[in-house]
């Protein structure tokens, strides 16, 4: 008979849901232990929940590591809701992240015979984000250490945070000096918007969600990796354009002309999504230009453009090698972006449509044909939800023999997935950043007139747990 509160000892043996790992005890109970362990750990855990067939249990100590463990890089390990594969061997990671999407898609998606290949790794470990978005907050995320300490003694001020939102905990943020997944410069340059804001704190208060009140709210910076073009973006309710210049001034002079573009994009939005609403330009075009596979892409600050450059190479790559386009083929790219797949795809095939929600990044994805000297590749601004008019679309442009898709985390509604079977198209290529909606849509598309036998996977994101993958559906 097990009690609340009682510590049992489990060895984990396996992956589970929601950052949850799998153990089971002699007498077969089923055991999952939220915390900062891994497959192999021997572990005394402390039973916080108990079902008629497991338990819920939150680590208490480790008796025996597991010999794929590493020591993490980075300070706030174990805090900071991103990194949570850093303790682990890379090695390891990409046989973890392999068993979540084989899970996913047999559990959620029903399918039991699919072949799942190798995660392809990624050849930088650390320091491969091209972009990073800091969140501003005046409740700092304060660690065990700290709680037990006077306030006159802390070393950071407790009403001021710029930084990443510890796991489960969006009202608070940890203050972060340095992230390894980013550039050095990257880091360079949030350590001096953070000085510059906490001295400007009268002018600059940090916007509430409590009270709806306040300036600062997000940091993103974007690094063009084959460019060296890189765009700093502060979001804040108001333009306080003198301070705004101020703060251009003092990163022309540290950083020379290293920063390509300041941009100081304003919201009066009640949420803490960093999306400006209205822009205002204070160094150079508001933009910056990358380029992947010797293509040129204009990238805005509220445009998608993948994270990864490197591995996005990758990834593009097999999308051509999966698709076997030939130059006949009508490609309609679903949720282009800024046209990297669209421009990509041109070459391999007849014409390519690309539809995308986000209005900035049509405009760049236009841009970004015009730049390459694409002529076969035509964008419209429509959200793939509301594809009423798709008879229309068909008369215009011709109907698709293949259908590339790369939705957000969501993945697609029953509307969109309802447009693309009427659609009908020989293939659907489909990108996900999320096994578990990738594998909902999967198994709507296969009740009908597709295939599915083939997942590649591609390590996009090393040391978290978020891997990319790509598949095929061919009609029957």
Do not use: W
Request: glycine share 4%; aromatic share 10%.
């Amino acid at each position: 008979m097990f009690k609340k509160d009682q510590i049992i000892k489990v060895k984990l043996t396996d992956l589970a849901e929601k950052n949850f790992y799998y153990g089971k005890l002699d007498n077969g109970m089923s055991v999952f232990v939220k915390g900062l362990v891994t497959i192999g750990d021997i572990v005394n855990a402390k039973i916080i929940k108990i079902k008629k067939n497991y338990l819920i249990c939150d680590l208490v100590s480790f008796i025996t590591k597991s010999s794929s463990r590493v020591d993490p890089k980075c300070e706030y390990f174990g805090l900071c809701g991103g990194c949570k594969l850093q303790h682990v061997n890379y090695s390891k990671q990409l046989i973890f992240k392999r068993k979540v999407v084989e899970d996913s898609i047999k559990h959620i998606g029903g399918f039991v015979n699919l072949h799942c290949e190798d995660c392809i790794s990624s050849k930088k470990k650390f320091y491969y984000r091209n972009k990073v978005d800091f969140s501003f907050t005046d409740l700092r995320y304060l660690s065990d250490e700290e709680l037990n300490l006077n306030p006159d003694k802390m070393v950071k001020r407790v009403d001021f945070a710029l930084g990443f939102h510890p796991s489960g905990c969006h009202s608070k943020a940890i203050d972060i000096d340095k992230c390894h997944l980013i550039s050095s410069i990257l880091n360079q340059i949030l350590n001096l918007i953070r000085t510059f804001c906490i001295t400007h704190k009268n002018q600059l208060p940090i916007y509430s969600t409590r009270t709806h009140t306040g300036e600062l709210r997000n940091l993103v910076i974007r690094e063009g990796f084959n460019s060296g073009e890189i765009m700093v973006n502060l979001v804040t309710t108001t333009h306080q354009r003198q301070l705004m210049q101020k703060l251009a001034n003092e990163l022309i002079s540290v950083f020379n002309d290293q920063i390509t573009t300041f941009v100081n994009s304003t919201t009066n939005a009640k949420n803490t999504v960093a999306v400006g609403q209205k822009e205002y330009c204070m160094i150079g075009n508001g933009f910056i230009v990358d380029i992947l596979h010797n293509y040129k892409f204009q990238i805005s600050p509220n445009s998608f453009f993948q994270t990864n450059t490197h591995q996005a190479e990758k990834l593009f790559e097999e999308m051509i090698s999966l698709s076997e386009f030939n130059k006949k083929n009508i490609v309609y790219d679903l949720c282009c972006g800024t046209g990297a797949i669209s421009i990509l795809a041109s070459k391999h095939c007849k014409k390519v449509l690309g539809i995308e929600i986000n209005k900035n990044a049509i405009n760049d994805a236009k841009t970004n044909a015009k730049l390459n000297n694409i002529f076969n590749c035509e964008f419209i601004h429509l959200d793939i939800n509301k594809l009423s008019n798709i008879q229309d679309i068909m008369d215009k442009f011709g109907k698709p023999n293949t259908i590339i898709i790369d939705p957000p985390r969501a993945g697609l509604s029953i509307k969109s997935i309802q447009t693309i079977l009427k659609l009908k198209p020989e293939k659907i290529i489909y990108i996900s950043c999320n096994p578990s909606s990738f594998a909902r849509d999967a198994k709507i598309i296969c009740e009908t007139f597709y295939n599915f036998n083939l997942c590649k996977l591609i390590d996009l994101f090393p040391q978290t747990n978020h891997v990319e993958l790509i598949s095929k559906f061919i009609l029957k």
